[in-house]
Nanobody, 129 residues
Framework: QVQLVESGGGLVQVGDSLRLSCAAS????????MGWFRQAPGKEREFVAA???????????EYADSVKGRFTISKDNAKNTVYLQMDSLKPEDTAVYYC???????????????????WGQGTQVTVSS
């Protein structure tokens, strides 16, 4: 059974940093496209970042404009874990953050939620001003 488990959320101040982790289990995710999405109260779920394998040792990372330059996505295949390093946090980053996986890396468009087969339960990030 495939499971994605997020951790690392919390309550921080404006300008602080957090690192979210998503541990995958149930199968290998070495070829997977992994994504992070978020949903704020009263808003639609939105794309944050994704990382897609483009070669044996190469990856492509994609970011939403709102987080570009502040967030960094990375993947550790040995640990079946994807990370989201979030720096210079703003109040508008407050949301539940979800990890998602497309195990076979089937799609080139990584920002569409429907392209992911598996989702985590989410972790709350609150940025206080």
């Amino acid at each position: 059974q495939v499971q994605l488990v997020e951790s690392g959320g919390g309550l921080v101040q404006v300008g602080d940093s957090l690192r979210l982790s998503c541990a995958a289990s149930g199968r290998t995710f070495s070829r997977a496209t992994m994504g992070w999405f978020r949903q704020a109260p009263g808003k639609e779920r939105e794309f944050v970042a994704a990382i897609r394998r483009t070669g044996t040792m190469s990856y492509y990372a994609e970011y939403a404009d709102s987080v570009k330059g502040r967030f960094t996505i990375s993947k550790d295949n040995a640990k079946n874990t994807v990370y989201l390093q979030m720096d210079s946090l703003k109040p508008e980053d407050t949301a539940v953050y979800y990890c998602a996986a497309d195990p076979e890396g089937r799609y080139n468009i990584n920002s569409v939620a429907a392209n992911y087969d598996y989702w985590g339960q989410g972790t709350q990030v609150t940025v206080s001003s």
